[in-house]
């Protein structure tokens, strides 16, 4: 058994795994403007189908690939300060925010304009509990970071449910995508899509390409080969912390996450 | 700051998080035989529409609850012997690999029954990429115990890969049953689904249940505080496995989860 055989499985592993994570998202993003502009007569804001066409369109770009993007962050930029890391996070979370929050009222103003029912679907019902989950885990993440009685060590403690929850809700963005690109064949194209139509094809390579993504996203933040190390600062502070609780550690061997100084980088 | 608010979240986490997983699973097993029972006809084995509602009856038992108590088995005996975890935790894996290629057969017989196409849509797509990741992940994970070269240090790199991609399929698994409810209720009652039919919201409840399901097994198998400790025999191998390496530990202290000990007990 030589070291080489016992070092990392592939030593440009985390450059692959985020090169791969943003061809994979870039595609979703790109594939479902193709989509929508080729197949299905492109954009609008006008209570029209074309105003539709915004919705897939947003939540790929904003709850998907921007919120996939935003929990790569402290992995990507290993060299940065943890400030930098916290801003980047949370400009990345508020860009997908924002842009779900147009995709949402998108598809509302259609199905007004259009008189059509609202919330009956199972995509409705998933999409709109990880709108919900995911505005829940932005304040727990803001009111443990804010909240002047959290201290480090609280904090450490709610980290590894934080790094649970984003990427549980990652994945049931991913779902609630899946299941509106379904739905969507379904209604569009029912006759044609059974003998494999060229929408249908592109929509479903779609469907796999996102799946892609967030199982990618989810293999680079938790492999612990990937895990941004200290740097020399925060190894100051980390001793530092170690001499003012007069513990070994705040951190125990077995709970890697729960450093209170990994928490100030999210 | 006490000990009390920096000790466990919740004392008996780990029995609530198994025993909600098993209320969830369960649910969703006798959800989905009522759904086919009493809205579908029946179950039958004649190659008709009877011999389809088998299909979601197998997959949610194999390929989601079983599965994923094959998963959690490792984190409920906490004071079993490895062997005895070993046992159960392939026993459960081989009930769901067989009941799911069972459900397989199911849909594929109705299909040529019925002259339909097999194969066009996003949730076959996903269902098949489902049940081969699954047949990977059963052939790596027996080569990787059963082959005589994978030593245990070797073994102990590829636990944190078995980990990752045993819960990234489980996920794959739900999101294809959420698939395959979605294009079953847009076939069969399209005209009431958007006026809440009853066998509308009974089938997206199954879905959100099926989605909790997931997301506690995830829970429960990430968070350290739930890690089963070796027991004072596995402590003395351990032991004795550091005095044959000559090293500090084969487990880097960031590494929890790659012990060839925990290993052993998959």
Redesign the interface.
Known sequence: ?TDR??GP?CPGGLALSVGGSQVLGLSCVIITGVWMEHYRGGFAWDGSSLEFNMHPLCMVLGLVFLYGDAILASRVFRNEGKSTIKVLHTTLHLGALVISVVGLVAVFSFHAGAK??DM????S??GI?TLLLYCVQWLMGLGFHLFPGA?A??RS?YL??HD?FGL?VL??A??SC??G???K???DIAPT????APE?IL??AL??LL?GFG?LV??TV???DF?RPLNPEEEALSVHFKTLTGEESVT?????F?NPLFLAAH
Do not use: K
Not at 120 to 123: F, G, K, T
């Open positions: 058994m055989v016992l499985w059509m029912a009956y679907s199972l995509h019902w998933c509990l201290s060590r609280l403690r590894p449910l649970f549980a994945g049931l991913v779902a899946l299941l690109i379904s739905e064949l379904l209604f899509y059974p003998n494999f249908g929509a479903n469907g796999l799946v199982v989810g293999y938790t492999q612990e895990r125990a061997p077995d709970r890697p729960q």
